[in-house]
């Protein structure tokens, strides 16, 4: 079955950075995007963007643009997120979701989280 | 960027009432529209997809239809395990813009 099992909780100082992986199982790791997503507490779903593992192709929400880097290590079958320049406003749990195939972006599997907290 | 909307922002409706959500599009997205549910604490769940295809294991109550830039999903018979914030999301062209959600609790 797909699972995508995402690290552990971070605790960051403003101006650092954090890298969130997110590890796949139960398919064909590159023949499907990835897209990452947050929610702050309290909030609703942001779209940060979405890497394609077999190209590495990737495609940033403006908003995160220069900030946020999307990678991925086929060998691993595992994705990676990296935010720098941490503030506040970041403090969120970050998911990766898996699309239902290249033609089908909407998203039927997630990681399980990873709480992201920012503070000085 | 095309903007989603979402009404009402927050309901509170009878067990077995019928419950419908909409979602708008600022431009037309043709049917490349999700709608996702999340209870407290937990990671969204695919509801719909395609505008009204119904994810396999999501029971028959929920559908959704709709194209261009209006949308609905809809509770035939609320239950209380339905009690969550549901999303659409579009993803016609990137950004894959969510709604603000709706959240839907029990009267």
């Known amino acids: 079955q797909v699972q995508l099992v995402q690290s552990g909780v971070e605790v960051k100082k403003p101006g650092a950075s954090v890298k969130v992986s997110c590890k796949a199982s139960?398919?064909?790791?590159?023949?499907?995007?990835l897209s990452w997503v947050r929610q702050a507490p309290g909030q609703g779903l942001e779209w940060m963007g979405w890497?394609?593992?077999?190209?590495?192709?990737?495609n940033y929400a403006q908003k995160f643009q220069g900030r946020v880097t999307m990678t991925t290590e086929t060998s691993t079958s595992t994705a990676y997120m990296e935010v720098r320049s941490l503030t506040s406003d970041d403090t969120a749990v970050y998911y990766c979701a898996r699309w239902r195939h290249m033609g089908e972006i909407s998203l039927p599997y997630w990681g399980q989280g990873t709480l992201v907290i920012v503070s000085s | 960027d095309i903007q989603m909307t979402q009404s009402p922002s927050s309901l509170s409706a009878s067990v077995g009432d019928r419950v419908t959500i909409t979602c708008r599009a600022s431009q037309g997205i043709f049917s490349s529209l999700a709608w996702y549910q999340q209870k407290p604490g937990q990671v969204p769940k695919l509801l719909i997809y395609?505008?009204?295809t119904l994810q396999a294991g999501v029971p028959s109550r929920f559908s959704g239809a709709g194209s261009g830039t209006d949308f609905t999903l809809t509770i035939s018979s609320l239950q209380p395990e339905d009690v969550a914030t549901y999303y659409c999301?579009?993803?016609?062209?990137?950004?894959?813009?969510f709604g603000p959600g709706t959240t839907v609790d029990i009267k």
């Open positions: 139960g398919y064909s790791f590159s023949n499907y995007a």
């Open positions: 395609a505008a009204s």
């Open positions: 890497i394609s593992p077999y190209n590495g192709n990737t």
């Open positions: 999301q579009r993803y016609n062209i990137a950004p894959f813009t």
